[in-house]
């Protein structure tokens, strides 16, 4: 079983329209997530951090966690076309050195 | 330059050639990293350079070769590779990796190898 697993996609939907991706994490041991947005041919930038059970927002994105499913979501309100990107969840297991990844979800968003 | 750059972008070798994968970074961090990026697969940590430490993936092939002469720099050096090498190269950076860093990455570009 894959420590992060994401569905990958590709997932595509109209512009304006709320988006919701989604992870399951199998080790109880993380303490933090974090998830990453990767453009086309860019590498992945940090897009937002949570640290424990509930949710976080930012702008137009949430990032949600529920520790006891172990289940991590990212929602994005009023999606535009630059939201088109994949999408990577991620923790640090141990320390910052070994950050487990998820493979992305690739995101659509159409005009 | 500000940031993370990598160098070259792209890179097609024969399995007999022996290349090197070249990252800087601009940003007065501590620690570097190589992650390799396969299709549809997660993130895969090769290598971890920083004052606390260097940490090594045992499970990648000895035809990838690491240095780090400095904070600031960080290569690849690659030999007799396979096809299924084949992948984006990310170099990463951050300010550390003890338990107070945030795990805030910032990646380079990234190189993309194709090895025929």
């Known amino acids: 079983q894959k420590e992060v697993e994401q569905d990958p996609g590709p997932l595509s939907v109209p512009e304006g329209a709320i988006v919701s991706l989604n992870c399951t994490y199998s080790n109880s041991a993380f303490q933090y997530f974090m998830w990453y947005r990767q453009y086309s041919r860019k590498g992945p930038e940090l897009l937002m951090y949570?640290?424990?059970?509930g949710n976080k927002e930012d702008g137009r994105f949430t990032a949600q966690v529920d520790k006891s499913s172990k289940y991590i979501s990212l929602f994005i309100r009023d999606s535009q076309p630059s939201d088109s990107a994949t999408y990577l969840c991620a923790s640090p297991y141990s320390s910052a050195s070994k950050i487990i990844f998820g493979s992305g979800t690739r995101l659509s968003i159409r005009p | 330059e500000t940031g993370v750059t990598q160098t070259p972008r792209h890179l097609v070798m024969g399995m007999t050639n022996k290349k090197s994968l070249k990252c800087e970074q601009h940003?007065?961090?501590?620690?570097m990293y190589w992650y390799k990026q396969s299709a549809k697969k997660p993130l895969e940590l090769m290598f971890v350079y920083s004052l606390e430490e260097r940490v090594e993936n045992n499970s990648v092939p000895s035809r990838f070769s690491p240095e780090c002469p400095n904070s600031s720099h960080l290569f690849l050096h690659l030999h007799t590779l396979q096809p299924e090498d084949s992948a984006l190269y990310l170099c990463?950076?951050?300010?550390?990796?003890?338990?107070?860093?945030?795990?805030?990455?910032?990646f380079g570009e990234g190189s993309r190898l194709t090895v025929l």
């Open positions: 940003l007065g961090h501590n620690a």
């Open positions: 990463a950076s951050s300010r550390g990796t003890g338990a107070t860093n945030t795990g805030e990455l910032f």
């Open positions: 949570t640290y424990s059970s």
